[in-house]
Nanobody, 125 residues
Framework: QVQPVESGGGSVQPGGSLTLSCAIS????????MGWFRQAPGKEREGVAV????????YYGDSVKGRFTISQDNARNTLTLDMNNLKPEDTAKYYC??????????????????WGQGTQVTVSA
C-alpha cells in the first residue's frame, strides 16, 4: 500500500517561507509523476507543482512560478516543496500526490492514485 505522508505546514506572515515534505512509503514505480496540490475553502483542488519523472519535466502553477520549488530525493520516496514569498492567497490545505501519469498532461487530481491527508498552510498578518 502506497501512502504519502505530509509534514511542515503551519502559519506564516506574508513574505515568509515554509517547506513542506512528503514521505512516500510502499512500492511505487519510480517513473510515475508525483507532486503537490492545494485546496482552499470553497475552491477546487489545483495542481501546484508536479514532477513528471518519465519525461523529465516539471510543472508549476502560474501563481507560484518563481516562488515555489519542488524537489525529490534520488530514491524518489521523499518529495519537498520550498515555498518563498508566501502570500495570503497561498492559504490552503496542501496535499502530496503520487502514482501520477507517465506522460505530460496538465495535472488534475483524477490523474493521481495516491494521496496524503494534507497539511494546512495559513498565510496572514
Amino acid at each position: 500500500q502506497v501512502q504519502p505522508v505530509e509534514s511542515g505546514g503551519g502559519s506564516v506572515q506574508p513574505g515568509g517561507s515554509l517547506t513542506l515534505s512528503c514521505a512516500i512509503s510502499g512500492y511505487i514505480y519510480s517513473e510515475h509523476s508525483m507532486g503537490w496540490f492545494r485546496q482552499a475553502p470553497g475552491k477546487e483542488r489545483e495542481g501546484v507543482a508536479v514532477i513528471y519523472n518519465a519525461v523529465g519535466k516539471t510543472y508549476y502553477g502560474d501563481s507560484v512560478k518563481g516562488r515555489f520549488t519542488i524537489s525529490q530525493d534520488n530514491a524518489r520516496n521523499t518529495l519537498t516543496l520550498d515555498m518563498n514569498n508566501l502570500k495570503p492567497e497561498d492559504t490552503a490545505k496542501y496535499y502530496c500526490a503520487a502514482g501520477g501519469p507517465l506522460n505530460w498532461v496538465h495535472p488534475e487530481p483524477r490523474h493521481f492514485d495516491y494521496w496524503g491527508q494534507g497539511t494546512q498552510v495559513t498565510v496572514s498578518a
